[in-house]
T-cell receptor
Framework: LAKTTQPISMDSYEGQEVNITCSHN???????ITWYQQFPSQGPRFIIQ???TKVTNEVASLFIPADRKSSTLSLPRVSLSDTAVYYC????????????FGPGTRLSVLP | DGGITQSPKYLFRKEGQNVTLSCEQN?????MYWYRQDPGQGLRLIYY???????QKGDIAEGYSVSREKKESFPLTVTSAQKNPTAFYLC????????????FGPGTRLTVL
């Protein structure tokens, strides 16, 4: 089971780029890295997923170094509505056996 | 309109009563999950099911029960044996592909009076 470590909280200002790093030192060869966003009293929402190198979609970018022992979620030009908890998950699959949500990173975007 | 629905949104229960939370999905996903979330905490896995008529315990299954009679439905019963059931309950579904991501419902907030 690949355990992940993220900062508990981060603050940013509107318009800035935010980078949240997740450590997963014992990631397995067939593990994917997935990030979710959760607003209060709502279910988590999928943001981005990657296996290696860089992945970009309309919402975020995910940077994964060659050793895959960490990954960085990058949110460009954040707004107040990006204030949420962000979870990093690592696993060989999403079937549930080895799927652990830690406390996540609480991002606060300030005006 | 595809997605996952959970009902009710808010639920109040007296101590000693069983209560069933509904979860339905029309995404044609094989796998379904139930999580519990306490204030300020991450999600903890209660039960999951990969196929119809089969399910496995997660990390905190004690005091809960589930059934999977249909692919679309995965109801969770919170029994009177669950000592501290007040929490936010989330249902999710996913494909069985190795990279399949989980899609979550809106959640049910259960309060024991």
């Amino acid at each position: 089971l690949a355990k992940t470590t993220q900062p508990i909280s981060m603050d940013s200002y509107e318009g800035q780029e935010v980078n949240i790093t997740c450590s997963h030192n014992n990631i397995a060869t067939n593990d994917y890295i997935t990030w979710y966003q959760q607003f209060p009293s709502q279910g988590p929402r999928f943001i981005i997923q990657g296996y290696k190198t860089k992945v970009t979609n309309e919402v975020a970018s995910l940077f994964i170094p060659a050793d895959r022992k960490s990954s960085t979620l990058s949110l460009p030009r954040v707004s107040l509505s990006d204030t949420a908890v962000y979870y990093c998950l690592v696993g060989p699959d999403n079937y549930g056996q080895n799927f652990v949500f830690g406390p996540g990173t609480r991002l606060s975007v300030l005006p | 309109d595809g997605g996952i629905t959970q009902s009710p949104k808010y639920l109040f229960r007296k101590e000693g009563q069983n209560v069933t939370l509904s979860c339905e999905q029309n995404l044609n996903h094989d796998a379904m999950y139930w999580y519990r979330q306490d204030p300020g905490q991450g999600l903890r896995l209660i039960y999951y099911s990969q196929i119809v008529n089969d399910f496995q315990k997660g990390d905190i299954a004690e005091g809960y029960s589930v059934s999977r009679e249909k692919k679309e439905s995965f109801p969770l019963t919170v029994t009177s044996a669950q000592k501290n059931p007040t929490a936010f309950y989330l249902c999710a579904s996913a494909t069985r592909e190795p990279s399949g991501t989980q899609y979550f419902g809106p959640g049910t907030r259960l309060t024991v009076l």
